[in-house]
């Protein structure tokens, strides 16, 4: 699968996403009492690695309609988009229609009990391609005074699945 470009020359060296990635490592450390990814080095290398890691990491906000805010290059290879078009996302539209109440779901789970370590479900790109990720995490980002910030998932296995009857991106 080709790369798509991504229009900022390296989407994770921006203070405000290296201080985003802290809160995700943070949110996750302190849930799953482990790290996501090694956290030596300063946070601007932190934020490298997580964005060059080979495993998906994704986040979004609590809007009412949640707007993606983050994606490391393996999401964005995945879900075949470009940084930009990515981050102005709704999450939703990461899920066939069909899909979209299970994940639902899956977040307010998430929301209550802080974060589900057994995730599996079926997720589109934005192509139409198809695929089943399997033994998603996803967790709550709670910022140090305790407020909500968003939702963040990771996951290290997906298989392709064939296509159903014409397939496309849907709002």
Partial sequence: MNTPPITTATPWDRPDLIEHVQLLLDSFARLLSRDLIPRNGPPVEQARRLYDS???VVS???EADPVLNYANATA??????DWTTFVKTPSRLTAEPVHRDE????LERTRRDGYVDDYR????????RRFRIEQAIVWNLIDAAGHLRGQAATFDAWTPLPPVAKQRWEP
């Fill in 54 to 56: 080979a495993f998906v």
């Fill in 60 to 62: 979004h906000g609590t």
């Fill in 76 to 81: 964005l290879r995945l879900w075949e988009m």
């Fill in 103 to 106: 994940r639902a779901r899956l």
């Fill in 121 to 128: 479900g079926i997720r589109i790109s934005q192509s139409g």
